[in-house]
């Protein structure tokens, strides 16, 4: 399985999933003409679009790309994005090129999903993630209740620690600046800032990120350190979600 990534817009990731024999998924297409020229160029055969949420910036170019190839349109149930040949739900298992395990993720979206490629032989899963979670952070609460995103976020978080991470938008040095003003004396965190700066600077994309590397350095996924709920003077039996909660809020501000 080979994963192309395409930046698109200011900071968007369009993914591209290819198998040996020439057919390819796509993920979250925001625009057609970059995976349209590429597809005709390696001769691909497009069979699906996979669509993790609603938002415009991750569906704009699949009007465009389904009426070229007729692939498939997969997405949760949402009227607001249209052509869906496929509504999914959690847990589901697509048998597309590889078998993919829908991951049902409201809290960005109430339509949000994530798709966990599973694990093969001497090969990790890869999950996409869409605004759910991004490299060292998350995306923001639009409507729905802070629990709901946390309980999302635990579900990813429960995925082995090998499994690599596609998120939707390039985030990570915003994410880890915003890490280091609850943990300033974290080195391992100051390295990885500095790791960051480094691929940006050299424009190159920090994805994908890994599980473990997600439950090491995301605060959203480290509700229970009591480090970060000592900078956010929140008592050590305060429940996760409400942790989670205060984590957003300033992270909205920052």
């Given at each position: ?85 496929l ?37 990790p ?24 995103f ?23 040095e ?8 609850l ?11 500095e ?11 920090t ?38 909660a ?9």
């Open positions: 399985m080979k994963v192309r990534i395409f930046p698109a817009y200011e900071d968007n990731y369009i993914y591209l999933i290819e198998d040996e024999k020439g057919s390819a998924i796509l993920i979250d297409p925001s625009e057609a003409r970059l995976v349209l020229e590429y597809i005709k160029q390696q001769s691909l055969t497009l069979t699906a679009i996979l669509i993790t949420h609603s938002h415009a910036d991750h569906t704009g170019g699949v009007e465009t790309i389904k009426t070229l190839t007729g692939c498939l349109v997969v997405s949760a149930q949402s009227g607001s994005i249209g052509l869906q040949d509504h999914v739900q959690d847990g589901q298992i697509l048998d597309l090129l590889f078998p993919i395990r829908v991951l049902s993720t409201p809290g960005h979206t109430l339509d949000s999903v994530c798709y966990y490629v599973l694990p093969s032989p001497g090969q899963g890869s999950l996409f993630t869409g605004d759910c979670l991004f490299i060292h952070g998350c995306g923001r609460l639009m409507g729905q209740p802070s629990q709901v946390w309980q999302s976020l635990q579900k990813l978080s429960a995925l082995p620690p090998e499994t690599l991470v596609y998120c939707g938008h390039e985030y990570t915003e994410n880890c600046r915003f890490a280091l003003t943990e300033p004396n974290n080195l391992h965190l100051r390295q990885r800032l790791e960051v700066r480094r691929q940006t600077k050299q424009g190159l994309p994805v994908p990120s890994s599980i473990g590397l997600e439950k090491t350095f995301n605060p959203f996924l480290r509700t229970e350190s009591e480090s970060i709920r000592r900078a956010l003077a929140m008592p050590p039996e305060a429940p996760g979600w409400q942790v989670f205060e984590l957003r809020r300033r992270k909205d501000r920052f």
